[in-house]
C-alpha cells in the first residue's frame, strides 16, 4: 500500500486510519502462517508503509528556508572573494621589496617621454643664441636635432620623413661646426629661420598641448633611429637645403642662390600636389606694389608684363614697364610664398598666384612625406632629393668634432 495524494491532503487522521487497518492486516498474516512469535506492534515502525501522525515524509519544508540557506551560502562566498582574494594578490609583493606593493607615482609627461625613447649620448653639444631670451645655451647635438625636427617638420609626417628631416638637420650643424662663422662668432646658431628652426621641450609643450607626449615621442624615435647620421658628397658634409613644397619640381641651386651645387639638382616631386601649401593668392594695388618694389610705376593700366622662367618652371626675371626684377626679389619683397608666380591685372589690382611654398630647393618635405606615404624608406628620400650623395657617420666623416 503506497501513499496517495490523500494522505497529504486531509492530514494525520487519515493517517490514523490507515495506520490501524494496516496494523489489522499484519496482524492477521501474522496468524496466518502460525508464527510461534506474538505479534508486536512496535515493529510496525520499521515497515515502509507506516506513517508517522506528525512527521510522514510528505509533509514540506516551508518555502522561505529554500532559498534562505542559498543565499547565506553566496553571502558567504561574495564575503571571501572581497576580502579574501586581495588579501592573497598583495601579500606576496609585501613580503619583499615593499615599493612594488605600491602604486607607482605618475610621471610628468616629460619624463614619460624620456622614458619611451632614450637618445643616448652626443659628440659635441651646439650652442644656440635663444633669441626668447638672448642668451647662449649649450644644446647636445641629438637633442638639438630633435628640437629642430620638431620644429620644421609636422610631427603627424610618416617617421621615414621625419627621419628623413632627422639628417638634413643633423647634416646642417655639423657643416656649420666645421664651417660657420669662425672663432669670433657668439654661437653655432640661432633658433630661427636665419639657421635652423629649433624650440626646446617647454616651448613644443605649449604649442603642442595635449598632443605634446605622442608628437614628442615619434619624433625622437625618428632622431634616435638615424643617430648619428649625415649625409655627404665625396666626404664632406652637404648643404641639406629644404622647404615645405614644391611646384611639381625641385629648383637648381644656381637658378635661386648664386653657387652651383651638384647635388641640389631639379627633380619631379608629384607629391606636393597634395599640400595644402600647394596653392595661394595675394592681391596688391599699384600703390602697394610701388611700395613693396620700391620703384615708381607708370599711372596706366593695365602694366606691361613679361616673364622667363627657370627650368623648373619658376620665375627667373621679371619685367614689369620696363622695370626688372629676378624671381627670388619679388617673392622675397612681396612676402609671396613661392617664385612660381603669375599675375592678373583687374580692376587696378596685381593679383599674384603661386605654386609651392619655399624656395624649391633640396628636399620637400610634402614629398618626402609623400614619397614615405608609398613606403619609401628615409634613405630612398635622402638619395632622390640630394643627388649622388652618401649616408655616413659622424665619426667617420667629421673625427675632429667627436675628439673635442
Known amino acids: 500500500m503506497k501513499p496517495s495524494k490523500y494522505s497529504k491532503k486531509h492530514g494525520s487522521n487519515y493517517t490514523k486510519k490507515r495506520n490501524a487497518l494496516l496494523l489489522k492486516k ?3 498474516k501474522h496468524q496466518s502462517q502460525n508464527q ?46 572581497i576580502l579574501v582574494v586581495p588579501t592573497l594578490i598583495v601579500i606576496p609583493y609585501s613580503k619583499g621589496d615593499e615599493k612594488v606593493a605600491k602604486a607607482p607615482p605618475i610621471a610628468s609627461s616629460e619624463e614619460t617621454t624620456n622614458q619611451n625613447m632614450d637618445l643616448g649620448s652626443s659628440p659635441f653639444s651646439v650652442s644656440v643664441m635663444r633669441s626668447n631670451v638672448d ?24 617617421k621615414e620623413a621625419l627621419k628623413a628631416q632627422s639628417l638634413a638637420a643633423r647634416t646642417y650643424i655639423v657643416n ?35 598632443d605634446f607626449e605622442w608628437k614628442m615621442k615619434k619624433v625622437k624615435e625618428a632622431v634616435a633611429e638615424t643617430k648619428g647620421e649625415i649625409v655627404t658628397y665625396k666626404d664632406t658634409p652637404i648643404t641639406p637645403a629644404f622647404f615645405s613644397t614644391s611646384n611639381g619640381y625641385t629648383e637648381n641651386s644656381e637658378d635661386y642662390w648664386e653657387n652651383e651645387l651638384p647635388y641640389l639638382r631639379s627633380v619631379e616631386s608629384h ?27 607708370p599711372n596706366q593700366f593695365p602694366l ?76 630612398d628620400i635622402v638619395r632622390y632629393y640630394y643627388q649622388d650623395v652618401k649616408i655616413s657617420t659622424i665619426n667617420d666623416t667629421a673625427p675632429t668634432l667627436v675628439a673635442k
Open 271 to 297: 607629391w606636393d600636389e597634395e599640400s595644402p601649401k600647394y596653392l595661394d593668392q595675394k592681391t596688391f594695388s599699384i600703390q602697394q606694389l610701388e611700395k613693396a618694389l620700391e620703384v615708381d610705376l
Open 26 to 28: 499484519l496482524k492477521a
Open 36 to 81: 510461534s512469535k506474538p505479534f508486536k506492534k512496535k515493529s510496525l515502525t520499521r515497515n515502509k508503509y507506516w506513517f508517522a501522525p506528525k512527521k510522514h515524509y510528505l509533509q514540506k519544508r516551508p518555502k522561505q528556508h529554500v532559498w534562505k540557506i542559498p543565499s547565506a551560502i553566496l553571502l558567504a562566498c561574495l564575503l571571501m572573494i
Open 176 to 210: 656649420q661646426k666645421l664651417h660657420g662663422g669662425g672663432a669670433k662668432q657668439e654661437s653655432d646658431v640661432t633658433d630661427t629661420v636665419q639657421h635652423q628652426v629649433y624650440k626646446d621641450e617647454g616651448q613644443l609643450q605649449k604649442l603642442w598641448g595635449s
Open 304 to 379: 606691361a608684363v613679361e616673364t622667363t622662367h627657370t627650368d623648373s618652371n619658376r620665375v627667373e626675371q621679371l619685367q614689369l614697364a620696363k622695370q626688372t626684377f629676378s624671381g627670388r626679389e619679388v617673392r622675397e619683397k612681396l612676402e609671396l610664398r613661392s617664385s612660381d608666380f603669375t599675375i592678373e591685372q583687374k580692376n587696378n589690382h596685381f593679383i599674384f598666384t603661386t605654386k609651392g611654398f619655399g624656395h624649391g630647393i633640396g628636399m620637400s618635405q610634402y614629398g618626402a612625406n609623400g614619397m614615405a606615404k608609398e613606403g619609401k624608406n628615409y634613405q
Open 135 to 158: 642668451k647662449v645655451e649649450g644644446v647636445p647635438l641629438e637633442e638639438y636635432v630633435v628640437g629642430v625636427v620638431a620644429s620644421e617638420m609636422p610631427a603627424e609626417f610618416e
